[in-house]
C-alpha cells in the first residue's frame, strides 16, 4: 500500500516516466508494428482516420474514469452520462445550429448536477461509490428516455464539422483529446489543488490529518468526471451523425480498461494521464487490427478481453513474487537434472 | 318534369357510385379516408388487446399507431388496450396475463422476447383468447401454443436485394452485407434469400467480409468501425446489403474520406437515408439505392388476422408480411428515392401512415 505510487516511478531522469507509460507505450508500438505486418489495412491513412476519433473519445472518457478511480472510486454512470450528453445535443437542437451554443451549456450543466450529486453520496453521505453510480445511471438513463423517446435524432451540421473535420491531416477529436489530456496534466501536476487531489488519492488518512479538505476533492472527482464524460458524449454525437439514447454503453468496461492498462491503481493513488491516453489508443487500434485480421466476432470479442485480462495481470500480479518462485524453481530443476544425471554419469 | 327527377336521381346515383368507387380506391393507398367495414371485420363486438415487448423508439411508435389505425377500421372492436413491456420480459409477460384477466378476446403480440414469452402466449391462447404473435419468432407452433404466428418474409427481403444487384451488376459484383447480432435470424434469412439468386459467392457474385454477415449489433458507431476497416481491406466493393438503412448513414461518408465513391446500397428505407442520398448521388458516381419497406405495416396484417377470427369476420389469405420494394433509384419504380426535409429524419416513407402523421406522433 505505502509503495504502491513511489513503485511506479522510474527514477534518474528529470521527466520521470512511469512504469504504466513505458508498458502501454511499449505495446502499443509493438501493436502497431505487428498491425503493419500481420494487417496492413488496419494502419492505412482512411482506417486511422476512422479509428482516431474513437480513440479521442475513449481517452477523454478515460481521463474522466482515471480522476475518480484516483480516489479509490470508481463511476458507473459513464454510460449514461455520455448517452444524455449526445442526447441533449441532438433533440434540443434537432438541427438548428444556433441552437448548439445552448444545447451544448445545458449538457454541461446537467453534468454538474450529477457530478454534484455523485460527489455528495459517495464524498460527504460515504455511500460505495458502485452502488451510488450505478444508480445515478439509471436515473441519466430515464432522462435519456424522457428527452429521446428512443427516437434518435440528426446532429447538427455546426458540431458534426467542428468534430469532424480534419485540421493537418488529422481529425479534430483527436485535438479535443490533446487539450484535455493537457488540461489534465496542468491541473495534476501544476496546481496546488491537484497536487492535493492526488496526495488524498495516495492517502487519504495522511491527507486528513494534514488539514486537507479530503472530502471535498473526493466529491469533485465525480465532477470532474461528470464533465469530461459529457464532452465524450458531445464529440460522440458529431462523429455518428445520428446518435441513439445508448451511445455510452460501448464505453463503460472500455473506460476503466484504459486507466488500468494505463497503470494507475485501482486502489487509488497517482493518476496517470498519458498513459491513459496511449492505453485509449492501444485498445482502439486493437479493435481495429482485430477487424482488419477479419476474424469473426466471437474470436475478436476474446482478443479484446484477453488483452484487458494481461494488461491488469501486467499491474497486479506481485512479479517480485513470481520472480522469487521462478529463480527458486531452476534450482529445484537443477537438482532434478542432477539427479538424473546421475545415473547415466 | 318525372324524367327531369329521374335524370337527376340517375345522376346522383352514379355520383354516389363513383365516391364509392373512389373511396375503395383511395382506401387502399390510405385506408384511413375508407369508409366502408372491410371484409376481415365480422359482427362480433370484442375488447382487444396490443402489447409490445420494448415501444420506446420511433419505429415502435409508428408500428403502434399504425396497429391502432388499421383497428379503428373495424366497428366491432369497441376497445383497445395497449401495454408496453420497455424491455422487461417480466413486466411484458405480466401485461399479457392482465390483458387476459380483463377479457379480451383478441391480443397481438410483439414477443420481444422471444421463447421467454411462449408459455404465456400458451395460457392466453387455451384461455381462448385469440393469440396472434408477429415479427419475432416465439418459437412454438401455430393451432397449439398461438393462434397463428405472423412472420416477417426476410428471405423475399434478401431476394428483392439480389434480384436488383443481378439487374444493375450483370457481370458479377464484390458484394458486403451488414446486419445485426451474431447469428441473428433475420440476417441469416435475408442471405437465404440473396444466395438464391447470386449463388454461394463462388460465382461471379463474391460475398466479402466477415461470413456469413458483418455482425454490427445495428449500432451505428460499430457500424463505422466495420465499414472503415472493410474500405481499406477491400479495394472493390460494389454492393453493400444492410437490413437497417437508416444507421448506415453516419458510416457511408467513410468512402468519401478514403476518396471512393458510395457503391450501391441495398437495403430498408428510412426518411434520414433517403435525405442523405439525394444530398451525395452527385458528388458519388456509383451510389445507387434500393430499399425494402422496414415494415411498420407488418402489424396490420397481424391486427387483420386476429380480428378476422375473433369477430368472425374474412380470415385474410396472407400469413406472412412480404415487405414490398419501396424505392429503386435506378428505375424510380415502384418509387424514386423519398425524401421529405419537412419532417423528422428518423421517419419511414414506406408506411401507409403519412410522414406527416408519423411527424405528429414523434413530437408528443
Known amino acids: ?345 | 318534369m318525372i324524367r327531369r327527377r329521374k335524370i337527376a336521381a340517375a345522376l346522383s346515383a352514379a355520383a354516389v357510385a363513383s365516391m364509392l368507387l373512389t373511396g375503395v380506391a383511395a382506401g387502399v393507398a390510405s385506408p384511413a379516408t375508407a369508409a366502408t367495414v372491410p371484409s376481415w371485420c365480422g359482427p362480433k363486438k370484442i375488447t382487444m388487446g396490443l402489447t409490445d415487448g420494448f415501444g420506446g423508439n420511433n419505429w415502435r411508435l409508428v408500428t403502434t399507431a399504425s396497429a391502432r389505425n388499421e383497428v379503428s377500421k373495424c366497428p366491432s372492436v369497441t376497445k383497445l388496450l395497449y401495454a408496453d413491456g420497455q424491455g422487461n420480459t417480466t413486466k411484458a409477460i405480466s401485461d399479457i396475463k392482465g390483458m387476459v384477466a380483463k377479457g379480451v378476446k383478441a391480443l397481438v403480440v410483439f414477443p420481444d422476447a422471444g421463447k421467454a414469452i411462449l408459455p404465456t402466449l400458451r395460457a392466453a391462447y387455451k384461455a381462448g383468447v385469440v393469440t396472434v404473435p408477429y415479427r419475432v419468432d416465439p418459437s412454438g407452433v401455430n393451432g397449439k401454443d398461438y393462434t397463428i404466428f405472423i412472420p416477417g418474409d426476410f428471405v423475399t427481403d434478401g431476394k428483392n436485394w439480389g434480384t436488383w444487384t443481378k439487374k444493375n451488376f450483370p457481370n458479377g459484383a464484390n458484394i458486403l452485407f451488414l446486419s445485426g447480432p451474431a447469428g441473428n435470424s433475420q440476417g441469416l434469412d435475408e442471405r437465404k434469400g440473396f444466395e438464391s439468386v447470386l449463388g454461394n459467392g463462388s460465382g461471379a457474385y463474391k460475398y466479402i467480409g466477415e461470413q456469413p454477415f458483418e455482425v454490427t449489433n445495428w449500432d451505428p458507431a460499430l457500424t463505422q468501425k466495420v465499414l472503415t476497416a472493410a474500405i481499406a481491406k477491400y479495394p472493390k466493393i460494389d454492393v453493400i446489403f444492410s437490413d437497417f438503412g437508416p444507421v448506415m448513414v453516419s458510416s457511408l461518408g467513410e468512402f468519401t474520406k478514403s476518396g471512393r465513391s458510395i457503391p450501391a446500397l441495398a437495403t430498408s428505407d428510412g426518411n434520414i437515408l433517403g435525405c442523405f442520398y439525394q444530398d451525395n448521388v452527385k458528388a458519388n458516381k456509383d451510389f445507387k439505392l434500393m430499399t425494402v419497406a422496414t415494415g411498420n405495416d407488418h402489424v396490420r396484417l397481424a391486427v387483420q388476422q386476429a380480428v378476422a377470427r375473433a369477430t368472425g369476420g374474412k380470415v385474410p389469405a396472407a400469413t406472412a408480411f412480404k415487405a414490398p420494394v419501396f424505392e429503386d433509384s435506378t428505375t424510380g419504380k415502384p418509387h424514386p428515392v423519398q425524401c421529405n426535409r419537412s419532417i423528422n429524419d428518423w421517419t419511414f416513407l414506406s408506411a401507409q401512415m403519412s410522414g406527416a402523421d408519423q411527424e405528429a406522433l414523434l413530437k408528443k
Do not use: C
Request: overall charge positive; hydrophobic content about 55%.
Open chain 1, 1 to 345: 500500500m505505502a509503495d504502491r505510487s513511489a513503485a511506479t516511478l522510474s527514477k534518474g531522469s528529470r521527466f520521470q516516466v512511469s512504469k504504466g507509460l513505458l508498458t502501454v507505450l511499449v505495446s502499443t508500438v509493438v501493436l502497431f508494428a505487428l498491425s503493419a505486418v500481420l494487417a496492413p489495412t488496419s494502419v492505412a491513412p482512411g482506417t486511422l482516420s476512422g479509428m482516431l476519433p474513437f480513440a479521442g473519445i475513449l481517452a477523454i472518457v478515460g481521463l474522466g474514469q482515471m480522476l475518480v478511480i484516483q480516489q479509490a472510486g470508481i463511476d458507473l454512470s459513464v454510460a449514461g452520462s455520455m448517452s444524455l450528453a449526445a442526447v441533449i445535443v441532438t433533440v434540443y437542437p434537432t438541427g438548428d445550429n444556433t441552437k448548439l451554443v445552448p444545447a451544448l451549456l445545458m449538457s454541461f450543466g446537467v453534468a454538474l448536477l450529477i457530478g454534484g450529486l455523485n460527489g455528495v453520496l459517495i464524498g460527504f453521505l460515504k455511500l460505495n461509490p458502485i452502488i451510488a453510480t450505478l444508480g445515478t445511471n439509471s436515473l441519466l438513463y430515464g432522462l435519456v428516455m424522457a428527452i429521446s423517446q428512443g427516437i434518435p435524432r440528426q446532429t447538427t451540421k455546426a458540431l458534426q464539422g467542428i468534430v469532424t473535420n480534419n485540421t493537418l491531416g488529422i481529425p479534430n477529436a483527436v485535438y479535443f483529446a490533446a487539450a484535455t489530456l493537457l488540461v489534465v496534466i496542468f491541473f495534476l501536476r501544476k496546481t496546488v489543488a491537484g497536487r492535493r487531489f492526488e496526495s488524498i488519492g495516495a492517502s487519504s488518512a495522511v491527507a486528513s490529518i494534514s488539514g486537507l479538505r479530503v472530502r471535498t476533492h473526493l466529491a469533485l472527482a465525480y465532477v470532474w468526471g461528470q464533465l469530461l464524460y459529457t464532452l465524450a458524449g458531445v464529440i460522440i454525437a458529431g462523429v455518428i451523425s445520428s446518435p441513439n439514447g445508448s451511445m455510452g454503453d460501448a464505453y463503460l468496461l472500455p473506460s476503466v480498461a484504459v486507466v488500468v492498462l494505463g497503470g494507475t491503481s485501482l486502489l487509488g493513488g497517482r493518476g496517470l494521464p498519458t498513459a491513459t491516453v496511449v492505453a485509449a489508443v492501444f485498445l482502439s487500434q486493437l479493435d481495429q487490427f482485430v477487424l482488419a485480421l477479419g476474424v469473426n466476432f466471437a474470436v475478436r470479442t476474446l482478443v479484446q478481453a484477453a488483452a484487458l485480462a494481461i494488461g491488469v495481470a501486467i499491474y497486479t500480479v506481485d512479479w517480485s513474487r513470481v520472480r522469487s518462485i521462478l529463480t527458486k524453481l531452476p534450482s529445484a530443476n537443477g537438482r532434478g537434472q542432477n539427479q538424473a544425471s546421475l545415473p547415466s554419469a
